[in-house]
C-alpha cells in the first residue's frame, strides 16, 4: 500500500485468478455444493461481488492497479471454483456497498465486513474469519497510546460507516464519556493514515490485521507503529448476502465448510499470512457486538 489516496477504479475489475469469460467454470465443479444455488445464479454461471479494494490484506488493488487481491478475494475464487461460477468483481465506495446490495446489483457484499447485531437486522452473514481491532499510532506513539481507554480525549479517524467508527462512537458512551474521542470518519482506510502521517489524528482504528499492513507497507515503515501488543476486541467477519438469499447464503457456507476440511481454507489464510483469524465453525450471524 502507498498513503497517496487512490482514486476508485473501474466497476468490473476481476481477481488475480478469476475464471476467464466463456469457459465453462461448472466443469470441475462439486455437484453437491452447485445443486444448492440460486436457479438464477446457476444458470448465469456468475457470482456477482461487490468491494472496497482499498483495504489491504483483505482486499487491495495489485501492482498493475487494476486487479483486486487480498485474503476475501481468494476465498471466493476457491468458493466460485467449488460452485462452478465465474467471480464477477466490482469495486466501490465502502458506503455504496449495502445500497447496491439492496438493489440487487451484486449477489453479496465481500468487504471485510464485521457481523453485527445491528447489520443482522437486515442481512445475514457467513462468519468465516475472527478479526480484532488495532490501533495506529505515529512512530514513537507520542501519545502512549496502548488500550481502548488511552483513546479518550484523542482525535482519532477510521473508515466511515465501518464497525470501527460505532465501536469509537459507543467508546464515547461508556470509557470516555468524561473525554470523549474526536471521531473522523473518512472515505478509506488510506485516508485515515493520512491525518494520522500529517498530525491532524492521533491514532488511526481499523481491524487489527489491517491496521498491521498499514503501519509495515512501504507507504508506512518507519512512520507509524501499533499501539496495542493484541488484537483487540476479537469479532466475527464474513461475507453479508440479502435476507431472502438464504439459497446462496447456505451454498457459500457449505463452500467454506469444505474448504476448511480439505485444507484450503487453511492454505488461503497463511499464504496471506492471516492464519491466526481461523475459524474451525462457519456460523451464519454469530456476531455478538
Sequence with gaps: MTLAVSAL????????????????????????????????????????????????????LDADNTTIVGLDMALFQAIGDELGLKVDITNMAFDGLLPALDANRIDVVVAA???????????????????????????????????????????????????????????????????????????????????????????????????RYNAAADGGSGKFEIGNDQPLLPVVMGPMFGKDDTDLRDAVKATVEKLIEDGRYQSILDKHELGSGAVTDVTVNGGTL
Design 113 to 211: 465486513m464485521t457481523d453485527t447485531k445491528a447489520r443482522q437486522a437486515k442481512y445475514d452473514f457467513v462468519d468465516y474469519f475472527l478479526t480484532g481491532q488495532g490501533i495506529v499510532v505515529p512512530a514513537g506513539n507520542p501519545k502512549n497510546v496502548k488500550t481502548v481507554e488511552d483513546l479518550c480525549g484523542l482525535k482519532v479517524a477510521a473508515l466511515e460507516a465501518s464497525t470501527q467508527v460505532s465501536l469509537l462512537e459507543r467508546f464515547n458512551t461508556a470509557e470516555c464519556t468524561a473525554d470523549p474521542i474526536t471521531v473522523t470518519a473518512l472515505a478509506t482506510d488510506a485516508d485515515a493514515m493520512l491525518q494520522v502521517l500529517s498530525g491532524r489524528a492521533d491514532a488511526s482504528f481499523s481491524q487489527d490485521a489491517v491496521a
Design 9 to 60: 477504479v473501474l466497476a468490473g475489475c476481476s481477481a488475480g485468478d478469476s475464471t476467464a469469460a466463456g469457459t465453462d467454470a461448472s466443469a470441475s465443479a462439486d455437484s453437491t455444493l452447485r445443486a444448492m444455488l440460486p436457479a438464477d445464479i446457476k444458470e448465469a454461471g456468475v457470482l456477482k461481488i461487490g468491494t472496497e479494494a482499498f483495504y489491504p490484506p483483505f482486499e487491495y
